[in-house]
């Protein structure tokens, strides 16, 4: 069955990011009294993706989902909980090999987060979106519900209030953010092999977002299958980031100089500030690829976008017409850099984050004076494997000091800058200026920091009834 007639059982989060919507709180509770938690959360009123478009005009917007200790704490049995994948199992912090692999590890490790760990780890995620004048009285009658039927607050978040407009707001470091997001196949026409593939497409099967749907590779990847619990569900990435907005831009005008700091910090992330493509990049629709900028002189290799999303296909060479094609598979054609990058079909995320604290433009926080602010991203993300998706671009990409052939340079946002074991350095950032000359930027700091997070399990409505009454 498609995932268009299914939309009932899907949790709203998962079609829209609901921008025209300016307010947001993000409530992280654990469980007292799994028995009144429970018929609370029974009583409650959660959006599906069948309520947006049409007549729908969702003025609120509810969205639950659980820690694998949540679930645990609500009675859910052992042999169920079984059923899903270890990473969720043991949590986001309940590994030291996993941290190691996000990058946890220095100022970054669990033992600093805020929320995450310990008797801080949420057991529950309320995600409450509204009209920025509604979502402060909506948050606190929640929360007041909340402590009133089996539950504690670990903390109530907020972010930025943003435009109700429709159109992107911009991240804490001033860039467009919201921007990129792939396309899920809700009929199922997209197929999955062939030809068509070698390039990149934004497309993406339902079954790398929903669980219980085909994916990429063409078949159902295992998941919980008692009594609907997760079919229709998506694995829920929550990360609090903290940004440093005035070391960042102080550090660039002190490299650039302050009449080309914009454009710096431009290639360190990979686009314009106002969110368009570099010049001289291909344009593919709305969004830009970077097929004719194999060496990264328009947008630099290692820059955060290109490591965030690579754009590639299938074959580094895309469609060059059967012989060709037949060429560059049998590993004929084509170079070493070319094959660094894995196809970004298998590794989509699909992004709900939003920025919460205090703003400063860029030109004021590279002012010698500025006053540090509390600024970040919740960033939030669904996807249906852990390990293939989030955990992939996390480690293999983001925080990787050799993707795509660079060596000693890790993304030059959200890199921690721990060196190797081997001691070799990790604060790098080659691009080309604009005489088109190679360079190399050196010491980067650590601009981002992470300071709590979780993995959580978004279940579709029929497994939100299973969990909720078990």
């Not at 599906?48 to 049409?54: D, N, S, V």
């Amino acid at each position: 069955m498609a995932a268009a007639e299914e939309l009932a059982d899907i949790q709203a989060l998962v079609r829209s990011g609901f921008g025209s919507l300016g307010g947001a709180r993000y409530l992280l509770l654990r469980i007292a009294d799994a028995a009144t938690a429970k018929a609370w959360l029974r009583s409650l009123d959660v959006a599906t993706a069948a309520q947006i478009g049409g007549d729908h005009d969702l003025a609120r917007v509810m969205q639950l989902a659980f820690t694998c200790a949540g679930l645990r704490a609500l009675g859910l049995a052992e042999d169920a909980l079984a059923a899903f994948v270890p990473e969720f199992i043991e949590g986001m912090a309940g590994n030291e090999r996993r941290s190691h692999r996000l990058g946890d590890v220095g100022a970054n490790a669990p033992a600093h987060w805020t929320w995450g760990l310990g008797e801080r780890e949420p057991h529950i995620l309320i995600i409450l979106l509204a009209k920025k004048a509604e979502i402060d009285g909506w948050a606190a009658e929640t929360e007041a519900l909340a402590a009133a039927h089996g539950c504690s607050i670990v903390a109530s978040l907020d972010s930025c209030p943003g435009r109700e407009d429709g159109a992107p707001s911009n991240e804490p470091f001033g860039f467009a953010d919201g921007l990129s997001q792939p396309l899920i196949d809700w009929d199922g026409r997209v197929a999955v092999t062939g030809s068509a593939n070698r390039d990149y497409r934004a497309d993406i099967a339902a079954g790398e977002v929903l669980l219980g749907h085909s994916n990429e590779y063409g078949f159902v990847a295992d998941y919980p299958q008692e009594s609907g619990l997760g079919r229709n569900g998506s694995y829920l990435v929550y990360r609090q980031l903290s940004q440093d907005v005035t070391g960042f831009w102080q550090w660039v005008a002190a490299v650039a100089g302050k009449d080309r700091a914009v454009w710096f910090a431009e290639r360190m992330v990979g686009r314009r500030i106002s969110g368009e493509p570099l010049p001289g990049l291909a344009q593919d629709g709305p969004d830009f690829i970077f097929g004719n900028d194999g060496e990264g002189r328009q947008c630099p290799l290692g820059s955060h976008i290109r490591r965030a999303n690579p754009r590639a296909g299938d074959d580094p060479l895309g469609r060059r017409g059967f012989l060709r094609d037949v060429i560059s598979s049998v590993g004929l054609a084509g170079t070493a850099q070319g094959d660094a990058v894995a196809s970004s079909r298998f590794h989509r995320l699909l992004r709900r984050g939003r920025s919460y604290g205090d703003t400063l433009s860029p030109q004021e926080a590279m002012d010698a004076s500025a006053t540090p602010i509390q600024a970040g991203l919740h960033f939030i993300c669904l996807n249906a494997s852990l390990a293939r998706q989030f955990e992939f671009v996390q480690g293999a990409w983001v925080g990787s000091a050799t993707f795509g052939g660079r060596s000693g340079e890790q993304d030059p946002l959200l890199g921690n800058r721990q060196p190797f074991p081997d001691g070799c350095r990790t604060d790098l950032f080659r691009y080309c200026g604009p005489d088109g000359e190679p360079a190399i930027a050196a010491d980067l700091p650590q601009f981002v920091r992470t300071i709590g997070g979780a993995y959580f399990f978004l279940p579709g409505m029929s497994g939100l009834a299973f969990i909720t009454g078990c």
